[in-house]
């Protein structure tokens, strides 16, 4: 069964103050690992796919990371408007799981000013 | 450009009621569709998934049920509301495999 964990679980940041948000998991060969962000009361909203080891991408502030074992969101000089909760989610190769994401449980990122 | 539409925002039902959530998409053709639930500072739980019209995957048994009757329509049943069907219900959808999903804005669903 695919198996995804996210921590901390919470992080209070002072703007400026750039920290990392790790997302541990494991998966009956990965297809896919996705960054979202969600807003409180919204849908989440996606930020980034890796799909193999070593790979990175960048939006703004944030640069997302992968490993074998794990990724890894990098938020650089954070501001309060990167305030949210940080979600990551595995696509597993098997054909019949119709694409499904299996999601962490993720990080809610408190930045203050 | 794609969008995905979902309503009501909030709704609040009384135990034993009915449920219909509604789902459309927009400038896709046969997207994969979804039902996720996310209980309060929880992640996203699997519900049901669609590959094509008619063809519906339940991921966990529950009082809840899925159809799909057309291309870019996905709906969430209910027969009798429980208590612990509260929650907040998202749809989403993708364009194939290996892809992101799109998720819809949510509806908050309280049971009373």
């Known amino acids: 069964e695919d198996q995804v964990t996210q921590s901390p679980e919470a992080l209070r940041l002072q703007e400026g103050e750039s920290s990392s948000l790790n997302c541990s998991y494991t998966?009956?060969?990965?297809?896919?690992l996705f960054w979202y962000r969600q807003d409180p009361g919204k849908g989440p909203e996606f930020l980034f796919t890796l799909y193999s080891a070593g790979e990175e991408k960048e939006k703004e502030r944030l640069k997302a990371t992968l490993t074998k074992k794990e990724s890894f969101l990098h938020i650089t000089a954070p501001k309060p408007e990167d305030s949210a909760t940080y979600l990551c989610?595995?696509?597993?190769?098997?054909?019949?799981?119709?694409?499904?994401?299996?999601f962490g449980g993720g990080t809610r990122v408190l930045v203050k000013p | 450009s794609q969008t995905i539409h979902q309503w009501p925002a909030t709704l609040v039902q009384p135990v034993g009621s009915p449920l219909s959530l509604e789902c459309t998409v927009e400038?896709?053709?046969?997207?994969?569709l979804y039902w996720y639930r996310q209980a309060a500072g929880r992640g996203l739980q699997l519900l049901f998934y669609s590959v094509g019209i008619g063809q519906i995957s339940s991921e966990v048994p529950q009082n809840l049920s899925a159809s799909r009757p057309q291309d870019r329509q996905f709906i969430l049943s209910s027969k009798k509301l429980l208590l612990s069907d509260s929650g907040f219900y998202l749809c989403?959808?993708?364009?194939?495999?290996?892809?992101?999903?799109?998720f819809g804005q949510g509806t908050r669903l309280t049971v009373v």
């Open positions: 400038g896709t053709s046969n997207p994969n």
């Open positions: 989610a595995v696509q597993a190769q098997i054909k019949a799981a119709g694409n499904k994401l299996t």
């Open positions: 998966v009956s060969g990965l297809r896919g």
């Open positions: 989403a959808w993708s364009v194939r495999a290996g892809t992101e999903a799109f």
